[in-house]
């Protein structure tokens, strides 16, 4: 079955510092969504992606939709310590099912 | 606006007994829900797709006599995990999709930790 592979697994950054993450897939996607959990939380929605090659951005957050489809990436900048917590990427298999593939997700610690 | 809510937040059964979980769309009506399942340290996996009005459409290895799945309003759907085990511990989330917002998102609800003993 179709499966993302997200990294880093974890990453351990000092505050202000800038933040990258990517997933990849063998599979195309319709649609790449950006969220974040913090513990014992759904996640939250942070970015959706519609377009090959889209670039969106949400505050500090900046998201690519790789032109192949098949990749994503998740940047966050000048990070502060509420930005700690797991951030998942997701696929979307198609738009009318709706059904998502989750990564394996980031866990992301900001040293004050 | 898109607020899910998840009805407990936590429960604690008695191995063999059944459990359901409420998922609700507060502000928007849903057509689809999905149900999730997340093990600690581990990434959300879909369960099943809930479509009002119809039978839930479940993942391949996911029990659909075990997880009974119920979507009987835009506004509702309940997961009910029948004699439950220990195995089934986890953490069990719902996510709405909005039917009059003319997009793809999915909202997430906050969760429900469920503990069998």
């Known amino acids: 079955g179709q499966q993302l592979n997200q990294s880093p697994q974890s990453m351990f950054i000092q505050e202000g510092e800038d933040v990258s993450m990517n997933c990849t897939s063998s599979s195309i996607f319709n649609t790449w969504l950006w969220y974040k959990q913090d513990p014992g939380e759904g996640p939250v929605l942070l970015i959706a992606l519609y377009k090959a090659g889209e670039l969106t951005s949400n505050g500090r957050l900046t998201a690519q939709f790789g032109i192949t489809r098949k990749d994503s990436f998740l940047n966050i900048s000048a990070s502060i310590p509420s930005d700690v917590g797991i951030y998942f990427c997701?696929?979307?298999?198609?738009?009318?099912?709706?059904?998502?593939?989750f990564g394996q997700g980031t866990t992301l610690q900001v040293k004050p | 606006g898109a607020v899910v809510s998840q009805h407990p937040s936590r429960v604690i059964c008695k191995s063999g007994t059944s459990v359901k979980i409420e998922c609700r769309s507060l502000d928007f009506q849903a057509t689809t829900m999905f149900w999730y399942r997340q093990f600690p340290k581990q990434s959300l996996m879909l369960m099943a797709t809930s479509n009002e009005g119809s039978k839930a459409t479940y993942e391949q290895g996911v029990e659909k006599d075990k997880f009974l799945i119920n979507h009987a309003s835009l506004t509702l759907s309940t997961l009910t995990v029948t004699s439950a085990h220990p195995e089934d511990s986890s953490f069990y989330i719902c996510?709405?999709?909005?039917?009059?917002?003319?997009?793809?998102?999915?909202?997430f609800g906050p969760g429900t930790r469920l503990t069998v003993t």
């Open positions: 997701a696929g979307q298999l198609g738009r009318n099912t709706g059904k998502l593939i």
């Open positions: 996510s709405a999709r909005a039917i009059d917002r003319g997009s793809y998102e999915q909202y």
